[in-house]
């Protein structure tokens, strides 16, 4: 191993960006879970069934 390779190895933030493939960040957890949740609550609302209850509980 060369000097360099020493140096990127014991590097805190070397060490730090290496990650392992797959793995998502707190935020891109976040923004997933958010997505999904306003895309399932589109799907609920869009259907006849729930709009039309909705409707009658307004007025």
């Known amino acids: 191993m ?3 390779d020493q140096i990127i190895a014991n590097n805190a933030r070397a060490t730090q960006n290496r990650r392992k ?3 998502l960040s707190q935020r ?3 923004l997933l879970l958010t997505l ?3 895309l ?3 799907v609920f609302f869009t259907q006849p069934q729930v ?3 909705i409707h009658s509980l307004m007025g």
């Open 36 to 38: 999904t949740s306003l």
């Open 2 to 4: 060369s000097k360099l």
């Open 28 to 30: 891109a957890r976040v």
């Open 51 to 53: 709009r039309a209850a």
């Open 21 to 23: 493939p797959g793995v």
């Open 40 to 42: 399932l609550v589109f």
